[in-house]
């Protein structure tokens, strides 16, 4: 299936979460923090400016990126789990 994110949202593949602390001890799945890093997947065409024009986005297709903690919406595509979010809630491309 197919997925084209509308206006500036961007649909994000979550990288997995952490299963060691830094410190060598085992996390069970339960203690899991919810990741903040993931890989654009798909973007949308910008926002529909006031003057009719369509803004560009500052990410692209394959960029690694961090997002907050509680933003976006999780949705399943052919068994994979996504996250769809507004390029606002982007806070950093890592390079």
């Given at each position: 299936m197919a997925v084209k994110p509308l206006d500036d949202r961007v649909l994000?593949?979550?990288?997995?979460?952490?299963d060691v602390t830094a410190g060598g001890i085992v996390l069970p799945d339960s203690a899991k923090e919810k990741p903040q890093r993931g890989k654009i997947v798909a973007t949308g065409p910008g926002k529909l400016l006031d003057s009719g024009e369509r803004g560009s986005l500052s990410v692209?297709?394959?960029?690694?990126?961090?997002y907050g903690k509680y933003v976006g919406t999780e949705i399943k595509i052919d068994g994979e789990?996504?996250?769809?979010?507004?390029?606002?809630?982007?806070?950093?491309?890592i390079e």
């Open positions: 994000l593949k979550q990288c997995e979460a952490e692209k297709k394959g960029d690694e990126v961090f789990e996504y996250v769809l979010i507004r390029e606002s809630d982007i806070m950093a491309v």
